[in-house]
């Protein structure tokens, strides 16, 4: 695990310094992050990147995990499904499954911190057991069209909470808590970021026999229909009559999505028999999707709905010329026509992946662009030091704060 | 050693200043809904959105140099609009209070001349989305007392620090100047240093060139 001083050379010592002052400012509290699952998806990712350090600099943070059965995370996966707008059939007994799983974790898990940190909708109802110490929702979810039913369930939790955390403006809704913009990172040292040799990248080409011989469209995504492989593969299509290339669809899936697989098989039958597209299931293979990202021509991120879409910034870190659907936290990350091109359709992504691949200078030119974009604000170090100023200002209620 | 530099008796302290963006969940999808907002919402959400840029967007230029002029260009169309909210010379400005006026003077005005652009309005997802920008200030653990010493500060401060000094201490403090030259006519006693780098107008540069720009003057000064 990479310790803060690591960073330097990425975002210069200055910065790191700043994350000591802050951090210092935080001396005596206990950080308490609760979330539903230890790994897949990307809020154990960050978490599990974002603990250690923030341990590092001197700030006694910790991480819980909830428990929930199969039965609990269908019902969560539905809401999570509702709180994207999909429409969902949700019954009175799924609220029952949730109510009765968060009454056995208001049992079991241990509420000890100064600040309490609760990842998405899943542990919410903790809250109950709030006490005198301070509690922060962060929703990781698109939410700005959601499915009434689930979000006025979900608000009656959110109203008790001290403040609400969002990935992107557009997530706000209209509530009496503070409700903060905070976008989540990548960590440049971690294996899914980090330089890698091209014997690396040839050596993973290699295991999954995907040859060099074309350039290579690549959407990095849990199979999940909100990323819309389906829509990728009809895009790569359009494309294909034009530009010989190859396709590859490569993810995980996560302990609380049992949608998964579903998707994947839907994605393979889509794809038929056509050997220049490359469907791989890659759970917790993140060097492997380094090396997918790096010997990519131009990545795809075309989601219908996006929490934030972290592969973007992954791949925009690598200079890689990225088209992304214009939904989510992605606009954050892309600047249309300067760090990427944002797309609303499957022509309209084909469209973009064509001027990219007929266009390199084009494309590399976005590419630095969205790099040093990634370096500015969706690095770890960003997002540490605006979880600190979080904290801090739980605290401070005033707009200027002096500390 | 002397090194015959004149020396200041209060010493420059240094401070740093991070953001935090709060959300308000007041949003926008027409010009008259912007304007009618503008009025209301607080000064730290037109400091948010007219100087957001400068940080987030340090590596590019051009850059839209406030949010509103970015909205109404790309996502209403009006481009005229956007090119007038874009062209407002902030550094003119030494109060939020006055800036907004300008803004709102600005949109109404061409409202009144362009009734026809009050039919515009954004597709759902693309309203104008009002953040307020929370201030941390604290000290940097850095002092000057002479222009050799200021400038080798200038030179490894993060540019956090020199943004709050040359736009934050200046508009939402309401300093009148930025910390710099008031530190350097006041404490040092030298006036041409300090307006030469009061004349310089950092809205149009990024905040790398305008830290070697301030150090480019100060050994011009420093070595005379």
Known sequence: ?403 | MDSGIPKAKEPFKFYTSFHLSELTGLRAATLSQLAGLLKEVSGSCIYHHTHRFLQQHQYLSPEPPNDFAYWVSEVLGEDELGEKLSSIDTIRFSTIRSLREKIIETIEGYLRDNPFAKLRFAGQGEEFHFIKSVSFVLPADYAAYDLIEFQEIVSRITIDSIYFHIFESRLRLEKGANDFSNWIENSLGNKKLADEILRLDPYTHTLEELRKKIITLIQKHALV
């Open chain 1, 1 to 403: 695990m990479a310790k803060i001083e690591e960073y330097i050379p990425i975002v210069d010592e200055s910065v790191i310094d700043d994350l000591r002052l802050l951090a210092d400012k935080l001396k005596g509290r206990v950080i308490q992050h609760i979330n539903s699952t230890p790994v897949g998806g990307g809020v154990a990712e960050i978490l599990s990147r974002m603990v250690p350090l923030l341990r590092g600099l001197g700030v006694d943070t910790k991480w819980d995990v909830m428990k929930g059965s199969e039965r609990f995370f269908e019902v969560t996966k539905k809401f999570h499904n509702a709180l994207h707008g999909r429409a969902a059939e949700i019954n009175k007994c799924d609220f029952d499954v949730f109510m009765e799983t968060s009454r056995d974790n208001l049992n079991e898990v241990d509420i000890y911190g100064d600040i309490v940190f609760v990842h998405d909708p899943q542990p919410i109802a903790l809250i109950k057991k709030k006490a005198q110490n301070k509690w922060i929702w962060r929703c990781h979810i698109d939410i700005s069209n959601p499915h009434l039913k689930v979000w006025h369930f979900l608000r009656d939790f959110v109203v008790n909470y001290d403040a609400a955390v969002f990935s992107a403006p557009a997530f706000s809704q209209m509530l009496p808590i503070r409700q903060f913009l905070i976008s989540p990172s990548i960590d440049p040292l971690s294996d899914k970021n980090r330089e890698l040799p091209q014997e690396t990248i040839d050596m993973v080409l290699r295991k999954y026999n995907i040859p060099q011989d074309k350039p290579i469209i690549t959407q990095i995504s849990r199979f999940d229909r909100l990323k819309d492989p389906a829509g990728v593969i009809e895009a790569y299509r359009l494309v294909k009559r034009y530009v010989d290339c190859r396709l590859i669809l490569a993810g995980g899936t996560a302990t609380d999505d049992p949608e998964g697989l579903k998707v994947l098989e839907e994605a393979r039958e889509k794809a038929q028999q056509d050997k220049d597209i490359h469907i791989l299931l890659l759970p917790q293979a993140d060097l492997e999707v380094n090396a997918l990202q790096r010997a990519s021509t131009v990545v795809v991120q075309k989601s219908i709905r996006e929490g934030f879409g972290l592969t973007v910034s992954e791949a925009l870190w690598k200079a890689k010329p990225v088209v992304a659907s214009n939904a989510g936290g992605i606009p954050l990350q892309i600047k249309h026509r300067y760090s990427g091109l944002l797309c609303h359709s499957v022509e309209g992504a084909a469209f973009a992946m064509k001027q990219f691949l007929n266009n390199p200078q084009y494309a590399r030119k976005l590419g630095e662009n969205g790099k040093e974009h990634i370096r500015n604000n969706f690095l770890i170090t960003r997002h540490l030091r605006d979880y600190m100023l979080l904290f801090l200002s739980l605290y401070h209620p005033e707009d200027i704060v002096y500390l």
